[in-house]
Structures are given as structure tokens and as C-alpha cells.
């Protein structure tokens, strides 16, 4: 009863609408279900949160959090989540540009179990766009829960990013109940099932990012420092860099032998140090190979040619001779790059860069464009420049590794 009555009230209050609608998908339908209606019919919304936990309890999902797909599930997913009292996350569709810059809001673990709450399911691109982004922050989910199946495709789209998707109904289920409520006539229910029998798969224009495992990234990659990174990280199983932000030469030795064994990077600022002298810096060196991680050096490097090559390679830092890589600014140009490539195609071993396309401060004066120029230098001198200093992906298309700034370390 609790089914029949969930139907016969979204009907009552509009959530179910028969005439010609056009889909997310471009579908042109015989019938709409706008659902987002629920949030101003409380008592509606908690019925439809107890429905939502009784499914989980009788088909048995395990799940650490609860995402509502933006914006229409989130009600939704706050009801699920007071029934059963797992805490909620949200995705948001786009990053924000100030404050934290989330683009997931709420508290999770990489590696929690999502449970993915959506109103309607007709092709999946919703709940595929919401799984992309919490895979990308380490999230894994194998359940994803509607209330609404509309019968065209989006169970099976979803099924085969092993997802099981269970829903609560099925368009032919309320197609049924109005028609033996009289809510719709004979027309209106021939109609529609002819609909559905014409349009049984309507597919889906997501394109999914492929993963790859370290190793296969690693294979992947023509940059050497690139390629020993990836090494690095699969033969550790981490991508953890640490920022050893410390004063003093001993601190700075102390750390990289505790947590050596643990990263794969070390991040350094050395000119903050108040105690530099070169014969400690091998010490450095010394202690990244017994532990088998890189060093990285913050210099973020910004000028002409001729002074950041002899910042890079002189001066009493000599920062080519123990850093296996560095980061630059674009502002400065192709010159800037060039400078630094021409030192390290002097070096011994590999040398390589990455390049700052965004930034976290507040009032940066960076924008797309400028990101977007930052990844054509980047392409352009690809042997050198092997990744990016960014706050969220940047270039779905580029073979530059992105790394971002923002992870807590």
C-alpha cells in the first residue's frame, strides 16, 4: 500500500506529467516525472525516505555514506540518510571558485562505500557523471538507488561501470496503478506504453575517463621522471608527497628518514632553510635513494631565460644537481622553460618540471585561459614538463600528469 500511495500522491502534487516533454537525453516522452516537487511535501518526502530504507534493508547495501545526485536527489539522499543514520556527502557539478574550492562537500575516507540516491533513472548520464567524481576522490560504489526507473537503458548503462542500480519503480508500475486509479485514461495509458516499447535503450553520451594503474601509466609515459615516479608509487602502492616545510638541515634529515619508506615524493622549500650547505644536501640525496623516493623543489621558478638558468643550476642552492624536479610559473613564457630545460639537458641523471596552470590563493589573478595556455607549453615540451600544479583535473585530453596542490598532506 505504501507503493500505491507513494504513486497516487506524486500524481496528486504534479510530480507525474502526461504530455511532450523533451529528456536530458533529448528524448521527446509522452510522460515527465519532475520529482524535485517532493522537497516542498514533507510528509510526502518522508514517506518516500522510509520506502528508500526499507529497499536498503531488504536488498542488503552496505555503504559508508549516502551521495544525492545534484541538485534534484539531495532532499532525497538527506532523508535516507536521517532513516538510517549514515552520514551524506554531495557532490557538487562544478567546483567552487572560492573558499575551500570542494568539489565533494561533507566528510568521507578514501575507500568509504557510496551508496548514490537519484530520483529518476532514464539513460544514467546523472548518476555516471556523480560516480566519475567520487571515484576520482578515492570513493568506491558498487549500489546506487532511485526511485524511479523509467524502462530506457539506464540500469544496464549503469551495470556495466559495475554498478547495480535497485529501484523502487518502474514506469510500467505507475502507468498500472493511475490507470486502475483512473487517473489516466485508456489513451493516455497506450500512449505512453507504446512509448516505451519504441525506446527501450536510449544511450548515453558520458564518456567515461579510463583508470589506469600505476604501472600502466608508467608504461604509458615517455618523460623519464614521469616514468620513474609511476614506478616509484607502484612499487610503494602511494602517490603521497610530503611537504617538509622545516627550518633547519637536521629537521629536514630527521623527516626524510622517518617518513622516507611511506612517500614517494618529498616537497622541500630550501631557501628556507637557516643552515643550507651543499655537503648536507648529499645527505639529502643519499636518503632518497635508500628510500626510493624524489625530490621535489617549490621553487617555483619565474623569469627570463639566462636568470633562471643560473637560479637553477648556480647561485649557492645549485638546485640541478639534487632536485629531481622542479616547478615553474608559465607567466614568463616559452623562455622561462627553455632556461630551465637547457640546464637540466646538462644534467647527469634525469631532470624534470611541472608547471603551476592554477592556484589556491585567494585573488589569484589566473584564469581559464591562462590554464588553458599552461597546457599547450606543457604539451609543446612534453620530454621536460611532466605534470601540473592545479586545483582540480584540468585536460581530460592531455598526457600530462596532474598534481594537486590541494591534497592534504
Not at 647561485?315 to 614568463?332: E, T
Not at 595556455?373 to 583535473?393: H, L, W, Y
Amino acid at each position: 500500500m505504501e507503493i500505491e500511495e507513494l504513486i497516487e500522491e506524486l500524481f496528486n502534487i504534479g510530480c507525474i506529467k502526461f504530455g511532450e516533454f523533451t529528456l536530458k537525453s533529448g528524448l521527446k516522452s509522452p510522460v515527465y516525472f519532475d520529482l524535485r516537487l517532493l522537497i516542498s511535501y514533507p510528509k510526502l518526502l518522508l514517506l518516500a525516505s522510509k520506502i528508500f530504507s526499507k529497499k536498503i534493508s531488504e536488498s542488503s547495501i552496505e555503504f559508508d555514506v549516502i551521495c544525492g545526485v545534484p541538485y534534484g536527489a539531495i532532499s532525497l539522499a538527506t532523508g535516507v540518510s536521517l532513516e538510517t543514520n549514515k552520514p551524506m556527502i554531495f557532490k557538487r557539478k562544478d567546483a567552487k571558485a572560492h573558499g575551500t574550492k570542494n568539489l565533494i562537500e561533507g566528510i568521507y575516507k578514501i575507500d568509504d562505500r557510496c551508496l548514490i540516491v537519484d530520483d529518476v533513472i532514464t539513460s544514467g548520464i546523472s548518476i555516471l557523471e556523480t560516480l566519475e567524481g567520487l571515484k576520482q576522490a578515492g570513493i568506491k560504489i558498487s549500489d546506487a538507488l532511485v526511485i524511479l526507473d523509467r524502462e530506457q537503458g539506464g540500469i544496464e548503462n549503469i551495470a556495466r561501470h559495475n554498478v547495480k542500480v535497485h529501484s523502487i519503480l518502474k514506469t510500467s508500475d505507475v502507468l498500472e496503478i493511475l490507470h486502475k486509479k483512473n487517473k489516466i485514461n485508456d489513451a493516455t495509458l497506450q500512449d505512453t506504453q507504446h512509448f516505451l516499447n519504441k525506446n527501450k535503450r536510449v544511450p548515453t553520451s558520458f564518456k567515461e575517463i579510463k583508470e589506469y594503474s600505476f604501472e600502466e601509466r608508467g608504461e604509458l609515459t615517455k618523460n623519464p621522471i614521469a616514468k620513474k615516479c609511476f614506478q616509484i608509487m607502484a612499487l610503494k602502492q602511494t602517490n603521497l608527497c610530503f611537504s617538509a616545510d622545516v627550518d633547519s638541515f637536521d629537521k629536514l634529515l630527521k623527516l626524510a628518514d622517518e617518513i622516507g619508506p611511506h612517500i614517494c615524493i618529498l616537497k622541500t622549500h630550501i631557501d628556507i632553510l637557516k643552515d643550507f650547505n651543499m655537503d648536507k644536501i648529499q645527505s639529502l640525496v643519499d636518503l632518497s635513494i635508500k628510500h626510493n623516493f624524489l625530490i621535489f623543489e617549490d621553487r617555483k621558478f619565474a623569469d627570463i631565460g639566462n636568470t633562471v638558468k643560473s637560479q637553477y643550476d648556480g647561485g649557492i642552492y645549485k638546485i640541478s644537481k639534487w632536485s629531481n624536479f622542479i616547478n615553474a610559473h608559465s607567466i614568463a613564457g616559452s623562455g622561462c622553460i627553455q632556461g630551465l630545460r637547457e640546464v637540466a639537458s646538462q644534467c647527469i641523471e634525469p631532470r624534470g618540471c611541472i608547471l603551476i596552470a592554477q592556484l589556491s590563493s585567494k585573488n589569484n589573478l589566473i584564469d581559464q585561459n591562462y590554464t588553458d595556455r599552461t597546457v599547450q607549453m606543457a604539451e609543446e615540451n612534453s620530454d621536460f614538463i611532466f605534470g601540473f600544479i592545479c586545483q582540480k583535473k584540468i585536460d581530460e585530453q592531455s598526457n600530462i600528469y596532474s598534481h594537486n596542490s590541494r591534497c592534504s598532506i
